[in-house]
């Protein structure tokens, strides 16, 4: 499979960004971010909660076919522009990483293109490293091919 996502990591920073362009619409890509039903299917996670404003919180949770818990993570929106961006943080419970601050920049390239640029600080070099050295790559291109195939049926 093709690798679309693209990590810019550069050495000695806190930070990455991560760059993916759709052949999507701007509002249909955004949407992917917005609506608990669809974000739940590309991510292939329950939505607890989706609170799409500024201050506004998220929780995420995936259980194995047993219905362990295996993943849950939670946040606070600290900005909500639709079609535009979405600041948040992110914060796993179960793993030892601290939280990090996300930002998601939605562009408009054509009618129907768009691009996701996402810029992730972490609280350390540290925490970075240790997450790039995860299949962090590998599952975000999974991710978002998931999400452009579920998106596309909605055109």
Do not use: C
């Amino acid at each position: 499979m093709e690798k679309k996502t693209k990590i810019h990591a550069e050495d000695d920073r806190h930070d990455l960004v991560i760059t993916r362009e759709f052949d999507l619409p701007v509002e249909l890509l955004f949407k992917a971010y917005e609506d608990p039903e669809i974000l739940a299917q590309w991510m292939g996670t329950k939505v607890l909660k989706l609170e799409n404003k500024k201050y506004g919180g998220w929780e995420f949770e995936t259980s194995d076919a047993n219905g362990n818990v295996v993943f849950k993570a939670n946040g606070v929106i600290h900005d909500f522009v639709p079609n535009q961006k979405i600041v948040r943080t992110f914060e796993m419970e179960n793993i030892n990483f601290a939280p990090q601050l996300e930002f998601l920049e939605f562009e408009k390239l054509t009618d129907d293109t768009s691009k996701l640029t996402m810029q992730i600080i972490y609280k350390s070099i540290e925490h970075r490293t240790t997450q790039l050295k995860l299949p962090f790559a590998q599952g975000l291109n999974m991710a978002h091919s998931r999400l452009e195939e579920i998106v596309t049926k909605l055109k």
